[in-house]
């Protein structure tokens, strides 16, 4: 059996029939799991899971998802940033620096010797 010819009218005519039903497979399968991602805003679930999720499902198709799953990106980045989270690997370094010393910056003890909040924990913990 000999290929078929990629300039034939057949060959051409499932090459766009593909094209198209997986577009529409993605497309789908992305906005469904979009749309359960924002049902889950009230809902009981992780949200803030589902949805970027369903944006890189229908980036692997369509440039507009990549732009907003792009854009989300960002605003959870930023977020992060002012809350004093930053990056991961910023966090868990923070959860292994002494109590007066969280966030970068020396904290003076209390003056009275009364405890810190969360001092009892960080002492459990160490």
């Known amino acids: ?18 094209t198209s039903a997986r577009r529409i497979i993605i497309g789908v399968v992305g906005a469904t799991v979009v749309a359960v991602g924002i049902c889950m805003l009230v ?33 959870a ?3 992060l940033n002012a809350v004093g989270l930053g990056t991961l690997s910023a966090r868990s370094a ?7 010393q969280r966030n970068g910056r020396p904290v003076a003890p209390p003056a009275n010797g009364e405890s810190v909040a969360g001092d009892s924990i960080d002492r459990t913990l160490h």
Do not use: C
């Not at 009981?44 to 989300?72: C, D, N, T």
């Open 94 to 100: 923070a959860n292994n620096t002494p109590p007066h």
């Open 1 to 18: 059996m000999s290929e078929p010819d990629p300039k034939s009218p057949m060959w051409r005519a499932l090459h766009v029939t593909y």
């Open 43 to 75: 809902l009981p679930g992780p949200a803030f899971v589902v949805i970027p999720a369903g944006l890189a499902i229908l980036g692997a198709e369509f440039a507009f998802a990549q732009r907003w799953l792009h854009v989300l990106k960002e605003q």
């Open 77 to 79: 980045r930023n977020g």
